[in-house]
Nanobody
Framework: QVQLVESGGGLVQAGGSLRLSCAASGRTFSSYGMGWFRQAPGKEREFVAAISRSGATTYYADSVKGRFTISRDNAKNTVYLQMNSLKPEDTAVYYC????????????????????WGQGTQVTVSS
């Protein structure tokens, strides 16, 4: 069992940056592949980025590639999402999730592979 708590969301102007954090409980954080997903009003939840258990591989949705960076610190039980050059279409609730699977990051883009989810943090980008 792992509990996830996101933080770092807020209101930012287009072109600005935010850094989201997701703190995980428990002593087995390094056993989980981690992902970030987002859900905009009236839309389905979608994949944003994933990172493998060791951090060796990362994978991004085309819409955020080159602007967002996922990273993790297993000593701190935390995964991060650095978001740069933000656009109004990035406005959404952002969720982190944990998958107890030894997969490369590209294989972690599938929502159904995640067992645990945080409560979400709101990101609003104004134009």
């Amino acid at each position: 069992q792992v509990q996830l708590v996101e933080s770092g969301g807020g209101l930012v102007q287009a072109g600005g940056s935010l850094r989201l954090s997701c703190a995980a409980s428990g002593r087995t954080f390094s056993s989980y592949g981690m992902g970030w997903f987002r859900q905009a009003p009236g839309k389905e939840r979608e994949f944003v980025a994933a990172i493998s258990r060791s951090g060796a591989t990362t994978y991004y949705a085309d819409s955020v590639k080159g602007r967002f960076t996922i990273s993790r610190d297993n000593a701190k039980n935390t995964v991060y999402l650095q978001m740069n050059s933000l656009k109004p279409e990035d406005t959404a609730v952002y969720y982190c999730a944990a998958a107890p699977l030894p997969l490369a990051a590209q294989s972690l883009a599938v929502m159904s592979r995640y067992n645990y989810w945080g409560q979400g943090t709101q990101v609003t980008v104004s134009s």
